[in-house]
């Protein structure tokens, strides 16, 4: 399993609007990752996804953030998996959950996508859910606020003094899963 390639995919939304949103949080940690290996995103237009190819921990690896909208993930990650010769059971997805709360991690292998609909894309794609998932929980939203716009809105200020620890603990665990595997990475990381 050590000559085996990961893809870590963070998904978001394209866009200097979104950079910042709950439903970019994907890309944030796929950005901190690429910082700690000292990665450059490059434009793959076959894929419709930056992608930085490197090693995590001496495991190689293709780092991806999706330039599609999140309710197209499925097409890119697809693509990613059969351009790098990737199989599923090597993908780890890195997106929000509205039902955690903030800054809550769950790190999972397969199950449902929970009405989520860049999980959702995904699996219609891929034709199956069994792959890596690493949930950071954004929260539900307040009031009667539409979930939809909740995940489109940006960190409260409070959330935003917590992002770049949250940020790094969630990258952490991504490299746990690589390295260490699912239940370990789950004893450590899911609160």
């Known amino acids: 399993m ?3 390639v990961w893809l ?5 939304n394209p866009g200097p609007s979104s950079a910042r949103t709950r439903h970019n949080i994907g890309h944030l940690v796929a950005d901190e990752l690429a910082a700690r290996t000292g990665g450059k995103w490059k434009q793959h237009k076959q894929v419709k996804s930056e992608v930085i190819e490197t090693r995590i921990s001496g495991i190689r690896t293709v780092l991806a953030r999706p330039r599609s909208y999140m ?3 499925g097409g ?26 903030f800054g809550v991690l769950r790190c999972k292998f397969g199950g449902g996508d929970n009405g989520h609909n860049g999980l959702r894309s995904i699996r219609k794609s891929l034709g199956t859910g069994e792959y890596y998932r690493v ?14 716009d909740f995940v489109l809105n940006e960190f409260s200020s409070t959330e935003r003094k917590d ?9 952490d665990a991504v ?9 370990a990475t ?3 990381y899911n609160s």
């Open 2 to 4: 050590a000559d085996d």
């Open 8 to 12: 870590v995919v963070g998904l978001g």
């Open 135 to 148: 949930r950071f929980g954004v929260g539900r939203p307040p009031g009667r606020q539409n979930p939809a």
């Open 76 to 101: 890119p990650v697809s693509g990613l998996l059969k351009f790098f010769k990737v199989e599923p059971a090597n993908l780890v997805v890195v997106h929000d959950e509205l039902d955690i709360d």
């Open 71 to 73: 309710n197209e993930s």
């Open 175 to 183: 490299e746990s899963l690589l390295t260490d595997g699912l239940d």
């Open 163 to 171: 992002l770049p620890f949250a940020v790094d603990r969630t990258a």
């Open 186 to 188: 789950q004893g450590k």
